[in-house]
């Protein structure tokens, strides 16, 4: 059923198999263009009334709100994404109804909401929500007591249940976990009821109805402790709109509404479940603001409030870390550093426990905050004494996420480690053994970004600790494993391929994946290692020799980058270094030969605008050349080899010149393929894919766009 609209409401109840009566459907098609408003609520009556089909229930449902609201959104989030709406015209016009009309209409959808209060289906539930909404302002006060006495009454009715239930069907068996996915018979809609008739009523409802210790006793154990995170959603949005009409009353902000909103608040924004994490960053703005517009000092709320919503700025959900970024703006957009600071221990507290959650998502999360820590505070004058305090401390918990299963931890814990390396490495060098052992070993990861932000990490060392690291580089780890590749054993494609095809190897192992319910969850470690996630790489392959090239090539990358402040880093040491890596990138007697090339093409334009126009095309252009044109003129060589070897040349001729770029060019076969590069550029079809462009994932980088205004 859609319900998006009431034509394509209509439109689903002709498409329901087994049909529906035919006398339904007809009175349902009478409504699709009805003008006359006598006729529409007619019809809309008869749906409610059909006890038949919970399908026309719901349409009769979905069109008596809509004639009592005219299109206009209700204010308490159910289902869909948290994305605004752009399209404000209505898609469908409704005849406007009289007084009489209203009333009788408004009567009629309170007594079938009373009856399917806890309908068998959660659409229709949601619907009666939606209808209450809509109804429950223009109905007199005995209409509103008895709603509000009947939905107190079956939520404290469902929550007894539930507790009575809990040891014995809902503990830790696989049919507890399942209940933490669906719905949970109606309790989270009549939440969603009790929400939309505060949000209807507005601050009339405080005047009317008291904010009783029973009401903020449920409401808190449906948020914090209950196993469904369907129904710690819904009472999370009562919460949101209790705030909201409670803003003319600072007795009832003050007093224990503000204790159970701080309680919810903590623990939502915690939840390892991301629609809660979202309902409780609605919460916690809504919250916040309305103390804020009231001139409440927020002392006892920051040391609990302010790691947390830190914190999510980082977290992998989308919509969660965009929502927690915009609203640290919008509560701090001056002192949010100066807030940090003064709070600092907690903030540590908070950054160190989630360094060791069961979700993988948050230890990522709390990696990347550390590193923002370091950056925003490590290059701070004023600042920078009060995080060396807690470098030690900050370290270890990195470094035990360095050891985490997942492979995504320990991808943002080898960023932090040099990160902060980089902004205190005198704080970290007692660590620095165990440290470079966990680099260079990510550097030749399996994961191809796990290589290049190992490469980077060892870049940020080699600025902590200078000619130290670099001896290590030059003496030991790069002189390993350059010429890697050549040591691959040889394979044909055909082999390559039976291999990955081969159903045998690929039979009976573990399988993992996001929805599942209880590896994602397990607690498994070992050496020191972090809890497994989605990402868990407790089983992999063994490295290949091919990838510890790779992450050189990322390697000599960075060195490329920090040549203009490291005198070591010259021509001298550079050239041989990156001839020798050209010539190991020529090996052809692997299939996999052709993604070591992409990495080194995708990688070569950085490396020559770290080096300068001048330098690089006097010394490194003819180098790469050769082997970038008979990449591209090559007949075997893979798709994304050739298109990033194209681009590679599109992009150096552009740094030093076309007319100059094209007169290096060894012959004329390689001329002619420049120039069609060229004009494919000019045509619009070689169109680089890496353009600056609109994301819908955000802001690009946190630590870079001042995540902490001042």
């Known amino acids: 059923m859609d319900f998006s609209s009431i034509p394509r409401a209509i439109d689903?109840?002709?498409?329901?198999?087994?049909?529906?009566?035919?006398?339904?459907?007809?009175?349902?098609?009478?409504?699709?263009?009805?003008?006359?408003?006598e006729l529409v609520t007619r019809a809309a009556e008869r749906l409610l009334e059909d006890a038949t089909r919970w399908e026309s229930l719901a349409v009769g449902l979905l069109v008596a709100t809509e004639?009592?609201?005219?299109?206009?959104?209700?204010?308490?989030?159910?289902?869909?994404?948290?994305?605004?709406?752009?399209?404000?015209?209505?898609?469908?016009?409704l005849p406007e109804l009289s007084e009489e009309q209203q009333t009788q209409l408004c009567n009629t959808l309170h007594r079938i909401s009373m009856e399917h209060l806890e309908h068998p289906e959660p659409r229709v539930r949601t619907m009666v929500a939606k209808a209450i909404a809509a109804y429950v302002v223009k109905s007199s006060s005995e209409v509103r007591q008895g709603l509000h006495a009947r939905l107190i009454g079956s939520i404290h009715q469902h929550i007894q249940q539930g507790r009575d239930d809990a040891a014995s069907k809902y503990s830790r068996s696989s049919t507890g976990?399942?209940?933490?996915?669906?719905?949970?018979?109606?309790?989270?809609?009549?939440w969603q009821c009790l929400a939309s008739q505060i949000s209807a009523m507005g601050s009339d409802y405080w005047r009317e109805f008291p904010c009783t210790d029973d009401l903020l006793s449920d409401v808190?154990?449906?948020c914090v402790t209950h196993v469904n995170r369907h129904v710690r959603a819904a009472g999370m949005a009562v919460l949101e709109q209790g705030v909201i009409a409670a803003a003319e009353y600072d007795d009832i902000l003050q007093g224990p509404l503000r204790k159970t909103i701080k309680a919810v608040i903590k623990t939502g924004l915690a939840d390892n479940w991301s629609q809660v994490r979202m309902a409780a960053s609605v919460l916690c703005r809504v919250f916040l603001i309305t103390l804020q517009n009231k001139g409440d000092t927020l002392d006892d709320i920051f040391p609990v409030l302010l790691p947390r919503m830190c914190l999510n700025r980082f977290y992998l959900a989308q919509?969660?870390?965009?929502?927690?970024?915009?609203?640290?703006?919008?509560?701090?957009p001056t002192q949010g550093l100066e807030l940090v600071v003064q709070y600092l221990p907690a903030v540590v507290r908070y950054y160190v426990q989630m360094c060791d959650a069961d979700n993988h998502a948050v230890r990522e999360a709390a990696c990347q905050a550390i590193a923002e820590l370091a950056v925003r505070l490590g290059s701070h004058p004023e600042h920078r004494e009060v995080l060396a305090d807690h470098v030690s401390t900050l370290l270890q918990a990195l470094i035990m996420c360095f050891h985490d299963e997942s492979w995504p931890v320990r991808d943002e814990a080898c960023m932090a480690t040099g990160t902060l390396c980089k902004c205190f490495p005198e704080d970290c060098r007692p660590e620095f053994k165990l440290l470079w052992a966990r680099w260079t070993e990510q550097l030749t990861d399996q994961i191809w970004s796990v290589r290049r932000d190992a490469a980077v990490a060892l870049g940020d060392a080699l600025d902590a600790y200078g000619d130290e690291v670099w001896k290590l580089l030059e003496k030991d780890l790069i002189p390993k494993i350059l010429p890697a590749a050549r040591d691959q054993p040889a394979m044909t494609a055909a082999e390559y391929k039976a291999h990955v095809n081969d159903i045998e190897k690929h039979t009976g192992a573990q399988l993992y994946s996001c929805g599942s319910l209880a590896?994602?969850?397990?607690?498994?470690?070992?050496?020191g290692a972090g809890r497994i996630g989605c990402s868990s790489c407790g089983i992999d392959r063994p490295k290949a020799p091919w990838e510890a090239t790779d992450g050189c090539i990322y390697l000599l990358k960075e060195l490329c980058i920090k040549?203009?402040?490291?005198?070591?880093?010259?021509?001298?040491?550079?050239?041989?270094?990156?001839?020798?890596?050209?010539?190991?990138?020529?090996?052809?007697?692997?299939?996999?030969s052709d993604e070591l090339r992409t990495t080194l093409f995708k990688q070569l334009p950085e490396m020559a605008h770290a080096l300068g126009k001048q330098r690089f095309k006097g010394l490194y252009l003819e180098v790469f050349q050769d082997l970038m044109f008979r990449t591209i003129e090559s007949r075997s060589a893979s798709a994304l080899a050739q298109h990033a070897a194209r681009q590679c040349a599109l992009?150096?001729?552009?740094?030093?010149?076309?007319?100059?770029?094209?007169?290096?060019?060894?012959?004329e076969m390689q001329q002619r393929a420049f120039d069609e590069i060229m004009r494919e550029e000019k045509s619009g079809d070689g169109k680089m894919m890496d353009d600056p462009a609109f994301s819908p994932f955000g802001p690009p980088g946190l630590i870079g766009s001042a995540p902490f205004p001042h």
Not at 68 to 92: C, F, H
Not at 519 to 527: A, E, F, H, Q, S
């Open 67 to 93: 004639l009592l609201t005219q299109t206009k959104k209700g204010a308490v989030y159910m289902e869909g994404p948290r994305v605004p709406s752009t399209d404000t015209a209505p898609i469908y016009t």
């Open 563 to 592: 040549s203009e402040t490291h005198a070591e880093l010259n021509d001298k040491v550079l050239l041989p270094l990156l001839t020798e890596l050209a010539d190991v990138c020529r090996v052809q007697h692997f299939p996999q």
């Open 519 to 527: 590896p994602k969850l397990g607690k498994n470690r070992k050496d």
């Open 319 to 332: 919509g969660v870390r965009l929502y927690s970024h915009e609203t640290w703006k919008l509560v701090f």
């Open 651 to 667: 992009e150096l001729a552009h740094l030093i010149g076309p007319a100059i770029f094209r007169a290096r060019l060894a012959d």
């Open 220 to 222: 808190e154990y449906s």
């Open 12 to 37: 689903s109840l002709q498409r329901r198999q087994p049909p529906l009566d035919a006398a339904i459907l007809e009175t349902a098609e009478q409504m699709r263009n009805a003008t006359d408003p």
């Open 177 to 190: 976990a399942l209940d933490d996915t669906t719905g949970w018979r109606a309790l989270e809609t009549n």
